[in-house]
């Protein structure tokens, strides 16, 4: 008796809409099933990013920057995608320049609901004026 996987013949469309219901580093996480599944993430319409999956008491800074440098790279895979939703948990301190540079680019692409949770109260991070401006912005829960 053979195994048919059903899920990788659901369309592309299909597959990128599941997998925005989990955090964005599961998904990424199954672009190791198959070649078709390699990028299938980035075409989620939502980013969920929390860095306390990435918290290591032992070695903070070198987690931190993996955090960061994930982020980063998702939002360069991502560019072209519109973007419905953008959670960002921080607990431990990201620059604000990088912060507002990932506002900045979830802004350009159209991003409907935002979603901060900057809790660290080590830097403050002021927001960038384009969000108050913003024509396609719904929802911003700070």
Known sequence: MSSIDYISRLPDCLISHILSFVSTKEAASTSVLAKRWR???ALTPDLYFDDSV????ENKSKTLMSFVDFVDRVLVLHQNVPLNRFSLKCE???HPAIITSWLLKVMNRGVLDLDLQ???SDMDCPLPSE????ETLVKLFI
Do not use: E, G, Q
């Open 118 to 120: 900057i809790i660290s």
């Open 131 to 134: 969000m108050f401006v913003s």
């Open 54 to 57: 990435y918290l290591n008491p």
């Open 92 to 94: 431990d301190v990201i």
């Open 39 to 41: 990028y299938l993430f």
